[in-house]
């Protein structure tokens, strides 16, 4: 019997991770915006939104890249409905916001990534 615990695997962390893509895979199903030029260079941010319109919910993924100065920058998502309240949570983050719909869509989601690389979830559900 071939025994994991040998290759320093981390169980929690597997567990967290499997819960977490369970919970935003079916996001990948839904409408693609990308907030950014698309880019190859070293400096530059990357960002994109993937939206369920049918649920009223979906992420925007953020990455920045090792030699992107910026620390934060601000992404205006798509698709949603500006009459709408939305709960907008940082997976990496406990706790969520409530921010009107058109809030979100004229000043954007502010994303903040310290590490360089470093990526960033933010899921978005319209607070019914």
């Given at each position: ?54 649920l009223g919910e979906g992420m ?33 983050e406990a706790a969520g ?32």
């Amino acid at each position: 019997c071939w025994d994991m615990r040998n290759y320093g695997l981390d169980y929690n962390f597997l567990r967290q991770k499997t819960a977490e893509w369970r919970s935003i895979h079916h996001y990948y199903l839904g409408d693609y915006y990308p907030l950014t030029e698309y880019s190859l260079s070293n400096s530059d941010w990357m960002a994109w939104q993937f939206d369920r319109p049918d649920l009223g919910e979906g992420m925007v993924q953020a990455f920045r890249r090792a030699g992107a100065a910026v620390s934060s920058m601000v992404f205006k998502p798509r698709g949603l409905d500006g009459d709408a309240w939305y709960i907008v949570k940082n997976l990496d983050e406990a706790a969520g916001s409530r921010i009107y719909g058109k809030d979100l869509l004229i000043q954007g989601i502010p994303v903040p990534i310290a590490s360089q690389p470093g990526a960033v979830v933010i899921t978005y559900k319209k607070d019914l």
